[in-house]
């Protein structure tokens, strides 16, 4: 009960950081946003949606969007199995500091992909789960990616685009120390918070040594083997 316990104080602590740190990204997010070409970005994106889908009828269903994760903040630090998702054709890398709208184009295609009738993946963003990082079309076998220092593909890119070069260079130079001081805040605390969310594993691994050896797996085999004729009932 103990260590019950301090597992959700630590938790707790982890996430606090987190929502800490966080604010300093946003605040990068709004000062880079003050300097970006948004009809630059707009016009990607319609470019992209134009490709990809003018020559496609209309459709009677919109495509399902399924939201999913591809990342993750862990005790081991930034984790994402990116390489293993996208096995394309035609991979198109969008790299770009925060507040470029990296975002705003994946949204632009996911939304273009959904109305046209095409069931779409979309992997969302493990520090903010409203933004869209990265969007799987399987039936055309194309997918995008967002690419920063905390998260990138080994795979080959059919085509990238950085959002950086839309950015007024004085915009940067003004707001220079704070763009660095937000950066260096950011990945300090994210450090803090991970290493939080480390110590709450071992805490958490230690309770499973309580648990496991007095475990009735056979009694958890039944259970589900019950629960799933009975689902099995229902079907029919």
Same mark, same amino acid.
Request: aromatic share 12%; charged share 30%.
């Given at each position: 009960?103990?260590?019950? &316990? @301090?597992?959700?104080?630590?938790?707790?602590?982890?996430?606090?950081? #987190?929502?800490?740190?966080?604010?300093?990204?946003?605040?990068?997010? @709004?000062? #880079?946003?003050?300097?970006?070409?948004?009809?630059?970005?707009?016009?990607?994106? /319609?470019?992209?949606?134009?490709?990809?889908?003018?020559?496609? =009828?209309?459709? $009677?269903? $919109?495509?399902? #969007?399924?939201?999913?994760?591809?990342?993750?903040?862990?005790?081991?630090?930034?984790?994402?199995?990116?390489?293993?998702?996208?096995?394309?054709?035609?991979?198109?890398?969008?790299?770009?500091?925060?507040?470029?709208?990296?975002?705003?184009?994946?949204?632009?295609?996911? $939304?273009?992909?959904?109305?046209?009738? !095409?069931?779409?993946?979309?992997?969302?963003?493990?520090? /903010?789960?409203? &933004?869209?990082?990265?969007?799987?079309?399987? $039936?055309?076998?194309? %997918? !995008?990616?967002?690419?920063?220092?905390?998260?990138?593909? /080994?795979?080959?890119?059919?085509?990238? #685009?950085?959002?950086?070069?839309?950015? =007024?260079? &004085?915009?940067?130079?003004?707001?220079?120390?704070?763009?660095?001081?937000?950066? &260096?805040?950011?990945?300090?605390?994210?450090?803090?918070?991970?290493?939080?969310? %480390?110590?709450?594993?071992?805490?958490? =691994?230690?309770?499973? %040594?309580?648990?496991?050896?007095?475990?009735?797996?056979? %009694?958890?085999?039944?259970?589900?083997?019950?629960?799933?004729?009975?689902?099995? @009932?229902?079907?029919?």
């Amino acid at each position: 009960m103990r260590d019950n &316990k @301090e597992v959700g104080r630590t938790f707790r602590r982890a996430y606090k950081y #987190i929502k800490g740190a966080y604010s300093f990204y946003e605040d990068n997010m @709004e000062i #880079i946003s003050w300097g970006i070409d948004n009809a630059k970005v707009n016009s990607v994106a /319609n470019d992209f949606v134009e490709s990809l889908f003018d020559d496609w =009828d209309e459709v $009677e269903r $919109e495509g399902s #969007i399924r939201r999913l994760f591809a990342s993750a903040i862990t005790p081991n630090g930034y984790v994402n199995y990116l390489s293993s998702l996208l096995k394309v054709d035609r991979l198109y890398t969008l790299k770009g500091k925060p507040g470029t709208g990296t975002e705003k184009v994946i949204s632009k295609v996911m $939304e273009a992909a959904s109305s046209k009738g !095409f069931d779409v993946e979309a992997y969302f963003c493990a520090l /903010n789960p409203q &933004k869209v990082e990265h969007l799987i079309i399987p $039936e055309l076998n194309v %997918a !995008f990616t967002t690419s920063n220092e905390y998260h990138n593909c /080994n795979e080959k890119n059919f085509m990238e #685009i950085d959002l950086d070069e839309f950015i =007024d260079q &004085k915009i940067l130079d003004k707001y220079k120390d704070e763009l660095e001081y937000n950066k &260096k805040q950011f990945d300090s605390i994210m450090e803090r918070a991970i290493k939080t969310i %480390a110590s709450a594993k071992k805490l958490h =691994d230690r309770m499973e %040594a309580y648990y496991i050896p007095n475990m009735d797996y056979e %009694a958890i085999q039944t259970c589900y083997e019950v629960t799933l004729a009975r689902i099995l @009932e229902c079907e029919e």
